[in-house]
């Protein structure tokens, strides 16, 4: 009944590769840039990942001046902290973000819509 020609498939995970690359992407330590839509036309823009040693309430002072919008600082218990601004401002604060000399360019992933 059996073939000894026949291979039994061992066991294959095919989220092998993911895996790899979020264990070196770990290093890289990306800032997300992300927007959540709030009621009709409202929306926030959150940054987060950024490193620790910064001063999160200058950087956001300088955002809210630079944009001429309203933001805070949240804590998050998973997150960390996260600076929340009114309004669409992703490109504004990744552009910000590069000229500062805060975070490089391919460091930022922008998500939304």
Do not use: W
């Not at 009709?40 to 620790?52: M, P």
């Not at 601004?85 to 490109?91: M, T, V, Y």
């Amino acid at each position: 009944m059996s073939d000894p020609d026949v291979q039994i498939p061992s066991a294959f995970d095919p989220f092998a590769d993911a895996n790899a690359e979020d264990s070196g992407a770990v290093a890289k330590d990306y800032v997300h840039i992300r927007i959540q839509q709030r009621n009709g036309r409202k929306s926030l823009t959150t940054v987060q990942g950024l490193k620790k040693e910064f001063s999160y309430n200058k950087i956001l002072k300088d955002l809210k001046k630079e944009f001429c919008c309203n933001g805070t600082v949240v804590q998050d218990p998973e997150l960390g902290q996260v600076i929340q601004l009114q309004g669409d401002q992703r490109k504004n604060v990744s552009t910000f973000l590069v000229q500062a000399g805060i975070v490089k360019k391919e460091n930022i992933k922008i998500h939304g819509f």
